[in-house]
């Protein structure tokens, strides 16, 4: 099945069986793995990725159903010269330990503050209600998305 | 500062052999103990030697795992690698799978699987098994 994605802003595709899932097309046939594998069932939100501005868990998205969408991905929020606002707070506050979970965790709050650029903390957490971290016990993650959302508003 | 509320808590502590009217006894909120807390840290000599402390620290791999860049034992692939797969059936019988292309095949009475290379029951792995 022929699948033609626009991943960061960049055309690619790839010939590939009609069972594959957009994170295994992302993965195995992109070569970006970013976008990890955690449980594959949808639970732990690793895998999520922006299809069309929504996050969705990309292991239960068949890539199929994804052709000829616009495609974002933790490879895609940085560019040459600066870092993303939330990579930056991330990095800086210390929501990443073991980064497992930081790929799934950044794309999550990237959609969130798309959408609302000043959410409280409860919107944080119902944004985040897809995505699992067993290392930082999820308060530095919202101290990072509110500091890189105060950093956007006031860029 | 630190020690004093510590004396006053150990004065008040109680012994209570008789465990029911303990349970069935009210619960009493302990008083209040306002510890003043010094709002800036006196620059002793001791400060001045270690100025890491108090300090935020950022974790030296933080930036690849922002980036998405750091390779997790999952996101590497070597030419010819093949895949083991632990299949817990019950506590009794353990099997790991090799699984290697498909032209390869096992077979197992009169079943012919494809693509596996090895089964391993739990006979060939009692370091495992020697644990439960």
Redesign the interface.
């Known amino acids: 099945m022929f699948v033609e994605l626009k991943v960061n802003g960049e055309k690619r595709s790839a010939d590939v069986p009609p069972e594959t899932t957009l994170l295994k097309f992302l993965r195995e046939h992109l070569d970006l793995t970013g976008a990890k594998l955690g449980c594959d069932v949808g639970d732990c939100g690793t895998c999520t990725v922006i299809v069309d501005g929504v996050s969705v868990n990309s292991c239960i998205m068949l890539a199929a159903k994804a052709n000829g969408s616009e495609v974002t991905t933790v490879e895609g929020l940085a560019n040459t010269s600066d870092l993303h606002p939330l990579q930056k707070s991330f990095e800086e506050l210390g929501a990443l330990q073991c980064g497992f979970c930081g790929t799934g965790m950044l794309m999550s709050a990237k959609q969130l503050l798309d959408e609302n650029p000043d959410p409280t903390d409860f919107e944080i957490k119902d944004a985040l209600a897809g995505n699992l971290c067993r290392c930082t016990g999820y308060t530095k993650i919202i101290e990072a998305i509110k500091d890189a959302a105060k950093n956007m508003r006031a860029a | 500062m630190a020690t004093k509320p510590t004396q006053d808590l150990d004065q008040k502590t109680i012994v209570i052999e008789d465990t029911e009217s303990a349970l069935n006894a009210p619960v009493r909120v302990k008083e209040a103990h306002p510890i003043i807390y010094p709002l800036s840290l006196p620059e002793t000599e001791e400060r001045k030697a270690t100025p890491a402390v108090g300090q935020?620290?950022?974790?030296p791999?933080?930036?690849?795992?922002?980036?998405?860049?750091?390779?997790?034992i999952?996101?590497i692939k070597f030419p010819n690698m093949i895949y083991a797969k632990v299949l817990l059936i019950s506590i009794q019988v353990e099997f790991l799978i090799i699984k290697a292309h498909a032209h390869i095949a096992i077979k197992i009475g009169t079943l012919l699987i494809l693509g596996v290379l090895r089964i391993l029951k739990q006979e060939l792995i009692m370091v495992v098994l020697a644990n439960f």
């Open positions: 935020s620290a950022s974790r791999d933080a930036r690849l795992h922002g980036l998405g860049q750091t390779k997790y999952d996101d």
